[in-house]
């Protein structure tokens, strides 16, 4: 079982943004049901998600197809996904399989948030 903090934050225009913290490993075991919270947050919450990875300190293959199948889920939508705060061990996947070039990713949850503030159109 993972444990995903949830949080709402509401940016000037009214827009809702998700920020889901994720702690301890997101791996084959934990990857589904990550997958599902952002399924049910896209849908039914928000299509703009914030992914802090602070607490995440283990991610394998399985975790990044959840990351690439929620970033999908809200693109379908129009939403924004972005990624924040990659643990350092983490952040090591994400450079290895260039994912990092592929997803948005902040240094903070701020700037992550910041970053919304610039969505066109809502």
């Known amino acids: 079982m993972i444990h995903i903090e949830q949080k709402e ?3 000037p225009d009214g827009t809702k943004i998700i920020v889901l913290a994720p702690t301890g ?3 084959i075991t934990t990857a589904w049901q990550f997958r599902l919270k952002l399924q049910e947050c896209i849908s039914k919450l ?3 998600i ?3 990875l602070g ?3 283990f991610i394998d293959s399985s975790g990044l197809t959840s990351l690439v199948a929620g970033m999908r889920d809200a693109d379908k939508v129009k939403g924004s996904f972005r990624i924040c705060n990659v643990h ?3 952040k090591l996947v994400f450079e290895v ?3 990092d070039s592929v997803f948005e990713i902040f240094e903070t ?3 992550a948030l910041d970053a919304g503030s610039s969505i066109v159109g809502g």
């Open 46 to 48: 928000s299509r703009h």
């Open 55 to 57: 607490q995440v300190n």
């Open 9 to 11: 934050h509401t940016i």
């Open 88 to 90: 350092p061990e983490a």
């Open 97 to 99: 399989t260039m994912m």
């Open 25 to 27: 490993r997101l791996d």
């Open 109 to 111: 949850e701020e700037e």
């Open 50 to 52: 914030v992914v802090n």
